[in-house]
Structures are given as structure tokens and as C-alpha cells.
């Protein structure tokens, strides 16, 4: 305060000096990893270990195998109104790069007139993360703004939760059998399979998310043959 030291303290350390671990680059190589295959890309459709990936002039995959079983009953869709139309998002679709551990794919389409922009990276293990871009020209507003991906009830009568966002109970059962309708707060991750197949739904954070007046934005519902999982960005205007 004005200046003056508040306190003062001195400690000592010994330096071990430059051991193995230090500044190393080991983890940082674009590599693939036993026992997972190099990438190929053949149109639209990405292949990798035990998984394939298709788009058809669509935002996302229309299509995703694993072990050998096509999982989705429908195409994952962006869509503003009530309910899904169960159609794809059409959007031309380019590969901006493609190497044996990362592809790089970028779909552009229109959700309620507004231009949208979908960069996609596939990884060799599996995972797809996806920066869905909304570039208006122009002032504009959606009513309502949700994805959902419909999978196959045979490929999805298991669910599994590691982490929750909100006030998600503790307590609460964070694996099980998909015997009934599901909501949730804002969650990370959810995932929906059986012992040999599924598919995990996850966000980086709730940013961008419109969670006001919008309490469970993740849902899975049964539909029969249709197990679907709808992630709602807005409820409201958007």
C-alpha cells in the first residue's frame, strides 16, 4: 500500500536439470497410431479404422458406419421449426485437405435464409469436430435453432454421460438402458450405442448457446425404430 512491502519471503529449490520429459515435442506429431489406418478420402465419403463417414452434397454426414453397421437412421440436420424435416441440409462440399491423420472438409448451405458455413475436421481415430458458422449478409434472426442426430434404436439402447454442465446432480445415473425419454441441462458430452457401436454427441463449451428460456437443450427421445438426440442452440429468436 503507497509503496510500502506488506511482507516478504525467500525460499530455496534445487534444479534437477534437463530431464528427458523437458520441452519435448513427443505428441505433437500429425501421426496415426497402431492400431488405427491412415485416412482416405474417396469423393465424400471419409474412411477410417472400423468407421466410414458420407456426406452427399450435405452440411453433415448423411451416413456413419461402425463395425460395419450404419448407425443413423436419418441424416444429422440443422433445422428452426418445431420439428426435423428428416432431410439433409444440401450444401456444396469441398475437402480443403486431406493427409493420412486429419481431413479437412468444408460444407456451405442456408439454415432459414441465412448463409451457413460448416468446417469440418475428421480425425484418424474417429472423432469430427464441426465450427458451424452463421454469416448473415445482412440483419437477421432465426426462430429457432436446433441439430439433431436420429440414430437407430438396434445402435442405441445404451447411453453414457461423463460430465455435466449446470447443476447436474452428482448423484444422478450417468449410464444405462435407453428405456424412456431423456432431457438435460447443457451437457459436455452424451453418448449413444451398445457394447460394440455408438456414436458420442459432444460440445466444446455453451458459448453462442441461447440457454435462457431454454432449461434442457439436449433431448433424446424413443421413436420407435428412431432413437433421437436434438441439441437446441434457441428456443427463442436467434
Not at 440414430?151 to 455435466?164: D, V
Amino acid at each position: 500500500i503507497g509503496g510500502d512491502t506488506i511482507s516478504d519471503a525467500t525460499t530455496t529449490f534445487a534444479r534437477l536439470g534437463e530431464l528427458p520429459w523437458m520441452n519435448t515435442k513427443i505428441g505433437l506429431d500429425s501421426i496415426v497410431i497402431e492400431p488405427f489406418k491412415p485416412l482416405t478420402v474417396d469423393g465424400q465419403t471419409v474412411s477410417l479404422w472400423n468407421r466410414r463417414y458420407v456426406w452427399k452434397d450435405s452440411l453433415f454426414p448423411v451416413e456413419i458406419y461402425s463395425n460395419g453397421k450404419q448407425l443413423l437412421s436419418g441424416p444429422l440436420e440443422i433445422f428452426t421449426g418445431e420439428a426435423p424435416t428428416g432431410r439433409p441440409n444440401k450444401a456444396v462440399v469441398t475437402i480443403k485437405s486431406a493427409s493420412e491423420a486429419v481431413v479437412e472438409l468444408e460444407a456451405k448451405s442456408a439454415i432459414g435464409g441465412v448463409p451457413v458455413t460448416a468446417r469440418t475436421t475428421i480425425e484418424y481415430d474417429g472423432m469430427i469436430l464441426i465450427n458451424l458458422v452463421f454469416e448473415p449478409e445482412s440483419a437477421a434472426s432465426l426462430p429457432r435453432c436446433a441439430m439433431t442426430m436420429p440414430m437407430k434404436t438396434g445402435c442405441a439402447w445404451l447411453y453414457n454421460y461423463a460430465r455435466g454442465g449446470g447443476a447436474v446432480a452428482e448423484t444422478e445415473n450417468r449410464i444405462g438402458a435407453m428405456n424412456g425419454d431423456k432431457s438435460f441441462e447443457w451437457l459436455t458430452d452424451f453418448w449413444l450405442g451398445t457394447p460394440d457401436e455408438g456414436l458420442m454427441w459432444f460440445s466444446v463449451d455453451p458459448e453462442n448457446w441461447k440457454l435462457k428460456g431454454n432449461p434442457t437443450p439436449l433431448n433424446v427421445k424413443l421413436e420407435g425404430d428412431v432413437t433421437r438426440l436434438t441439441a437446441t442452440l434457441t428456443k427463442s429468436q436467434y
